[in-house]
């Protein structure tokens, strides 16, 4: 846990950020608005007390409430990795400063993250699907996508159920093959 | 009906193969009498006549028939080397070794369906495997096998050979345009591309020796190279032959320089679009290829059917009419004694082994040591025997180094060889031509 | 690179051509069987005892047991009445156990492989809310549930079981062990699987594909 | 529009626009970069590389705009392999997830599972066993080599040369087989735990591997031999998709890629984990940033990594190796990210607990998607065939990119 980060980041943003800089084994993490993503990031980037040279990550993560854009740093300056969280991100419209100006890389990382919440980033010249196919509507890895097959989910709520009790089939109709006629 | 059935049916195999044969072999022998009997006045008047027309069209018959056995041993001894290069032990489960694996391949794209893409040309399609194997084969006419065993003597020979290498080109580019596909343009153009860059390092790299020898004909090329293996040509054109070697490795196609079905890039090149026995056709003709040029490589500069060294000339002749008796009862007794002969020391030693056994493997022992025995009369007394022997030695020693090569080289780029054919290869067989030159005028050959 | 041009093809020559005279490492596999590791995790198999008949008795004890969940079985119970299952909803796992029951030679009703008939949830729901959803009244639910079924549908009891947060081998034990609870209802026969409609069906078919032949 | 007969079915007409392949997608072009591409100026053709295609490494399909031989663009995509990892990852019990990671990169597979056990093990804050540590070094160290032996072996294969792949699969066999006698499997291992590893070293590894040690060494330069002086080879390589360190660095990209640029960033110093401060490495690097250097670094890395495995193994201690962990995990809400350095970078794992025992979020990244990317830096101006030089060198496996 690097204290002196700590303090770094809070005396360069102190009232930008969205909350207390949080630190928990090697990662230190801070919260911004989507509106600042291009600030803060050129500022970590090109600073000398920062220089977060290596965008190590870029994740889409839905909340089921907002939806946030994680970014993972990494410095030379610092042994923790640095977590920006671009929180508050509205779920109908979700939209926010594309990267790529600072980091080439970044622009098939906001792709995947496009394509599996349907996150704009503005800016990105390529911004379209890459895993799903391009007729594709929805966003898989959004809280509201739930998997055609709901059995896969924890058994810690009890027992999960192969024969639902519910009404019968079509006649002629039945989920398993009946091999012998 | 059922008589017939009942009685062919406890026939064994052997039975049943004799049983058809006899009545067959009986037919086509009152057939051939019937026609030797009323067309043989004529058959002979005009083979006699045509004497050197009938000679070519059985040695070409010759030459087309035995392309296919050749591929086949190719293809063998490609895939057991490479296995063994690379550690493994490769094909052991057809036949002996596996020695029948490339005649199944020739099975399996003989019996594979056959498919022509919808957008191809279909006549430039099903023509463009037919060039390329024919280029391949009549290249063969002019190869020496042995003194004396050869398809025909041109005194343009050379000059032949080298004409009919760049005829496969055409095959290969209407291939390539004729598939309708990007990949197999791409072949078809770089083999173009390939075949006439190395065209003229190719041709360039014999000039010298062609100002030594004075003759563009094979057969004379190779008979000036008879005696001690230094008369070989290598040790005069060293430079000649390394050309030579590198630009003809280029005109088959073979590593490093397969770029035309570079699998990795292209995937099959100019065959992409290819199935069943069209494909059989490019397949073998690449092999035949292999055989072609290494065949040529010895003919030019190893000393074709020559061997190493002078032979001492050994000539026993055998006229069996002086024999009179003797030879009937050769023949009757010699198979019998020589069996048991050898059958003897099984019968004495093995007292696990049934009689019949050893008997039988005493015949097959005969058969060997006879048929040694012949190989090595033929050899000492025939001199086409020993110059075909010396020349398929020679030419397969090259083909080894081909499949070697392919073994070991990964291949290059299309402009890396482009600029080795032009800012290398061709420099240096001009020097070489002109090195030749100027030392002719020296020591005034 | 080095000074000498080719010399590093000729190297690569050489070792290939060492390589060709070295003894060869392939493990002819058919003859030669590979060995298996020590620790090697294959497919759980768990068919038959030494006098052929099926091991597993499906109780789920290791389905259980098993801390991530990896093990789905599926099976008749040890009476043969019924078809329990434990896990995903996978009709390759439930294929499988079937294919496993075939093969051990018993007979295969094939009522087992269908659902099981719907049944009023309410009512169950209310028993189980008399006992306050408690897994320490199990008897008295069940026989409740008797009383209000005539006997222990499959779906009550796997309604109880998840409403309880009991496993299923626990209350299918406790149901199969007391004499006086019936999991099937009295007197009903399974009716015998018949072959009918499936051939009535295929003429359908045949005859269908012959009209289509003709015309 | 013109129509002829099929030759193979004379009753069948076909139409010629049938038979031709236009990648030219069926919709407008959906934004700047794609009506970029997509416009085929005059002279040009597309051609289409993949799905199936011998140098793909995988499933991969790449659209190139060729001018001739030489590429004036190309356009990866992906997809073919994606099979939702993530998605199942946030449907299933911790535990659960680490099978799921096997497969991503499946020719270093241990790689994939060391990230998650590592983001669990922060969320839950459980203190993994020494010894434990020191048996996923010495395991990843030897899957690192595999890795490393098999992208030469391919890198020659792609480049036309049949026999070093063979080579490297027999020491990979040797090392899989290894592997096997202590996980139970010889590709997907499935051996780390959250908390430890599953099951001690035993008997047949360490013979196995104290016999492998005596000759890896000898093997793997003698093998290597074939291709490190081989002047086809070096020109094949040489000065083909040079990159900088500024544009590498730009381009994300981590492991061998990057340091053959000449930037020393290895996440086992960079940001030590696990055991690797009590080691004495190296970090190999290069300046030349093409394709020849990073073949050759990863010859460096091999090097690297036997010494790694000699000292885990002299230094190994005692003790149990798997920690206390309850069998049912439900930790705290909270967000980890853990990074391994992966045979091909940077692999990391990025979790969020919401309390449940599942992962509320879990995002995988992979090295090699950054690097497929850099294609529409590195080719253009190259020749067809330095596309299988670029993706052999830069060593991408498709499992992981599609997740």
Known sequence: MDAALKRRLEARFGEGLQGPVRQRHDETEIRIAPAQVPDVLRTLHDEADFHFQLLADLAGVDTGTAMQVVYHLWSTTSSDWLRVIADGLPREDPRVPSITFLWRGAEWMEREAYDMFGIIFEGNRDLRRIYMPPDYTSFPLRKDFYLPDDAARSPGGGVRHMEQPEAPLAPGKTLVRRTRA | MTVMS????????????????????????VALALVVGILGGPIVELASQYGAVLRFLVAATIILVITIPTAFLIIFMEMKIIAFMNLRVGPDRVGPWGTLLSVVHGLKVLVKEDFTPSGADPLIFTLAPVVVYGSSVMTLVVLPFAPGLFAQDFNIGLLYFFAMGGLAVVGLLMAGWSSFNKYSLLGGLRSAAQMVSYEIPLTLSVAGLLLLAGTMSVNQLVANQSGWFTNWYVFQQPL????????????????????????????AGFATEYSGMRFGFFFFAEYVNVFIVSAMTVALFFGGWNAPFPFPALAILLDPGSLGIWLLLGIAIVPLVGTLLLSLPFLLTRSSMPAWQAIVLGFVLFNVVVIGLLGVWAFVSFDWVAGLLWFLAKTYVFVFTFVWMRATLPRVRIDQLMGFAWKWLMPAA?????VTAGAILVVGR | MNLIPGIGIVRGMSLTLRRFFQPKVTIRYPEVPSDVAVKFRGRLQLLYDENGSLKCETCFQCAQACPIECIDMGGMDTKGRFHVHWGAAETYGERREESALRRSGRPVPDPAYERFAPIDIAA?????????????????????????????????????????????????????????????ALGAPAAAPSAAPYLAALAAATGAAGRQADA | MTTHASMDDPRVTLDEQLGSFEPIPPYPPRTEREQEFYTVADGEMLVNIGPHHPSTHGVLRVVMKLDGERVVDIDPVLGYLHRGVEKLCENADFHHTISYMDPLEYVSSLFCEWPAVMAYEKLLDIKVPRRAEYIRVLTGELNRISSHLLAMGFHALDLGGITPILYS?????????????ITGQRMLFNYFRIGGVNGDLNHEFMSRLGDWMSRATAQVEANQGLLNENEVFVRRNRGVGTIDAQTALKMC???PNLRATGVPFDIRRAHPYSVYPELDFDIPTRSEGDSLARYLLRI???????????????????????????RLMRPRPGRAFATVEAPRGQYSIYAVSDGTDQPFRFRIHDPSFLHLQSFTLLMPGQLLADWMTINASLDPIMGGIDK
């Open chain 2, 6 to 29: 009942r009685a062919w049916g406890r026939l064994t195999l052997p039975g049943k193969v004799i049983f058809t044969a006899i009545p067959l072999l009986l037919a086509v022998g």
């Open chain 2, 240 to 267: 000649g032959f390394v050309i030579f070697f590198i630009a003809v490795t280029a005109e088959a196609n073979r590593t490093p320089f397969d770029l035309t079905e570079a699998d990795s890039e292209i995937v």
């Open chain 2, 430 to 434: 001009l020097l070489n031509l002109f």
């Open chain 3, 124 to 184: 169950v729901d209310s028993i189980l809310e008399d006992f306050d959803h408690d897994p320490a009244q199990l008897l008295g639910i069940l026989e409740a549930t008797q009383a209000a079924f005539d006997y222990l549908p499959v779906g009550a009891l796997k309604r109880i079981s998840e409403r309880t947060g009991t496993g299923y081998a626990q209350i299918y034990g406790t149901a199969s062990f007391y004499g006086h609870l019936r999991l099937g």
């Open chain 4, 169 to 181: 699969f027999i020491e990979r066999d040797e090392m899989v087989e290894m592997l096997a006698s």
């Open chain 4, 253 to 255: 990209w981590t492991g």
């Open chain 4, 300 to 326: 460096d890395e091999i090097k690297q990594s036997l010494r790694i495995i000699d000292q885990c193994l002299h230094q190994m201690p005692d003790g149990p190796v798997m920690a206390r962990v309850p």
